[in-house]
């Protein structure tokens, strides 16, 4: 069976630099989305636009309150991303402990 991509992964989400200054935004308190679209150079059908690509990937929730949706972060599909970068750590940990070891050694 093979499944349609009807929902974006978080890796896709995140490849956009405002998707990444949404979810920070996000991160402090529920916003709804002509507060949100203040903070961004572009137009309000662009960050709902972005909002609905968060939504699909669990990036971030949305709840109708009176007339308004707000919006809120849902970082537990960041876990995933967390995972996938801690097995780079490895390899960044040799290279700074190799630099480390550079700097220090008497070059005379």
């Given at each position: 069976?093979?499944?349609?991509?009807s929902k974006h992964n978080v890796f896709q989400?995140?490849?956009?630099?405002?998707?990444r200054r949404l979810l920070k935004l996000l991160?402090?308190?529920?916003?709804?989305?002509?507060?949100?679209?203040?903070?961004?150079?572009?137009?309000?059908?662009?960050?709902?636009?972005?909002?609905?690509?968060?939504?699909?990937?669990?990036?971030?929730?949305?709840?109708?309150?009176?007339?308004?949706?707000?919006?809120?972060?849902?970082?537990?599909?960041?876990?995933?991303?967390?995972?996938?970068?801690?097995?780079?750590?490895?390899?960044?940990?040799?290279?700074?402990?190799?630099?480390?070891?550079?700097?220090?050694?008497?070059?005379?």
């Amino acid at each position: 069976m093979v499944a349609t991509p009807s929902k974006h992964n978080v890796f896709q989400a995140i490849a956009d630099p405002t998707r990444r200054r949404l979810l920070k935004l996000l991160a402090d308190k529920e916003m709804p989305i002509t507060e949100i679209a203040e903070f961004f150079p572009i137009t309000r059908t662009a960050v709902n636009k972005h909002l609905h690509v968060l939504s699909d990937a669990g990036l971030v929730s949305s709840q109708k309150v009176g007339r308004e949706t707000r919006y809120k972060l849902q970082p537990e599909p960041l876990v995933e991303l967390k995972q996938w970068l801690s097995f780079f750590e490895q390899y960044w940990d040799k290279k700074l402990s190799a630099l480390k070891e550079f700097v220090e050694t008497d070059n005379d």
